[in-house]
Structures are given as structure tokens and as C-alpha cells.
């Protein structure tokens, strides 16, 4: 078949993916105390700063925060793809890039705080790729 044929549909498919999808990530950031509380909570009984378990359940609290954001966004017709949670425990946060936009969120439990960080990038670097592919 020939490629000036099918550069067209390859076009569009990329095109409705860009325009449906979004990428992101979303950071809960809390100190070591705070996370053990947390984690005793959710474990049911005691845990210690260094026991393995809090990472566990933290992560496991992650999980279930953006499962359930991303479960309701796909509901309304967005399509995000979910990765499983990575540790970040650096002073220095993570880097973002002009196309991309965060919210912090501060939540305050009987725990200690909790802060959600949640940063989106959206279809214009995409949108750009394409333009760029197309006249080049």
C-alpha cells in the first residue's frame, strides 16, 4: 500500500489521541511520622518509621486517590493510563516544563498533613509535534 495513503489515517489517529489524552502525575508528600501514622492506620496496628510496610501503604494510599480521580475523569470521556507509584524522597521536588501546570493541595488529618501535589500536561506540545512533523 502506499505510504501517501495511509499517512492520512496515521494523522488522525494521532490527532483524536492527542485531543483525548493528557499526562501528568500526581505526588503525596508527607513527612516520615505522618506517613507512619498513616500507615499504622491503615495497617490496623503499630508500624515503625523504618518498617517497609509504610512505603507499602502509602503507596496503597496513592493508588486508591488516583484510581479513583482517574476512574471519574474517564467516566466524564478524558483517557488517562496509570502507572504504579515510584518512591521520591529528595529535598528537591520534581521538575516540571512550560507546558506543564500544578496545584499543591494541603490536607490536614489527624495524622499530620498531607500535601497533594498534581501537575497535568497538556495537548499543546502535541499539537506542536505534529505541526512540526508536518512541515519539516
Do not use: C, W
Not at 512505603?55 to 502507572?83: H, M, P, W, Y
Not at 499543591?104 to 499543546?124: C, L, Q
Amino acid at each position: 500500500m502506499r505510504m501517501e495513503l495511509i499517512q492520512p489515517f496515521i494523522n488522525a489517529a494521532d490527532a483524536v489521541l492527542a485531543e483525548t489524552l493528557l499526562e501528568g502525575r500526581v505526588v503525596l508528600d508527607t513527612d516520615v511520622p505522618t506517613a507512619t501514622a498513616i500507615a499504622s492506620a491503615l495497617i490496623g496496628s503499630p508500624v515503625e518509621e523504618n518498617d517497609p510496610s509504610v512505603k507499602e501503604a502509602i503507596f496503597e494510599l496513592a493508588n486508591l486517590v488516583i484510581g479513583n480521580a482517574v476512574t471519574s475523569l474517564n467516566d466524564q470521556g478524558f483517557r488517562f493510563k496509570i502507572n504504579p507509584p515510584e518512591p521520591h524522597t529528595e529535598d528537591k521536588g520534581l521538575e516540571g516544563t512550560e507546558d506543564t501546570e500544578a496545584l499543591v493541595m494541603s490536607f490536614d488529618t489527624p495524622s499530620g498533613s498531607v500535601f497533594m501535589n498534581i501537575a497535568m500536561r497538556y495537548n499543546r506540545r502535541r499539537r506542536q509535534e505534529r505541526e512540526a512533523v508536518v512541515s519539516g
